[in-house]
């Protein structure tokens, strides 16, 4: 499954005009490279251009907020101002932050726990009742970590564990690891809007299109 990760509108009506995408993550700072003004309003944007698809998917906001005395209730305001079903509150992972889930969780919220870049987090905000948990693939390879060993090790403990917690994996910086993951078998693949072009496109595709081109009849069929 394919999420897009992004907060540009225009990237937003191209992808989801072409049905490509269950879902859109966000993050603070893509928010406020959009409209660092007022990004709640930008966010009330990306609500109305999905309900302009007729779609009702998820939407992954982060808190804009350390403070973990602040975050619950935060998220209780995005909810209220956004109005938008299926929000999903974006918590990233670390022991106070592990309350927040909780809590969160147990007021039917749905929360997103981003930044894990190890197997036991994943595990962690799994158990404290995340609906997803969000790896960041590239990072994690900074620190030394073989992340598709991340990703499969991930899925399995999801797979095995009596939580309802899907794996996300983003921050990507390559197309080509896409399909890395896919094989991994993680849950979604969030995808820069950039990428979504370059991964329908292929060579061999190209030359089979141009040899049907070619033995089209001569005629106008409309």
Known sequence: MFFLDSANMSEIDLILSRGLVSGITTNPTILMKENPDNPLEHLTNIVKKIREYGKNIPLSVQVMT????????????????????????????????????????????????????????????????????????????????????????????????????????????????????????ADIVTVPAKFFKSLVSNDKTKEAISLFAENYPKKDWL
């Open 66 to 185: 350390e403070n973990t005395q602040f975050m619950i209730d935060e998220a209780k305001y995005l909810q209220d101002y956004l109005d938008y079903d299926n929000l999903v509150i974006k918590i990233p992972i670390g022991w106070d932050e592990l309350k927040v889930i909780y809590e969160l969780s147990k007021q039917n919220i749905s929360v997103n726990c981003t930044c894990c870049m190890t197997e036991i987090q994943v595990s962690l905000a799994a158990n404290a009742g995340a609906d997803y948990a969000s790896i960041f693939y590239g990072k994690t390879s900074d620190s030394g970590i073989d992340p598709k060993i991340l990703v499969k090790n991930s899925v399995k403990y999801l797979n095995n564990s009596k939580t309802s917690c899907k794996l996300i994996v983003g921050s990507l910086r390559t197309d080509w690891v896409i399909t890395e993951i896919i094989r991994e078998n």
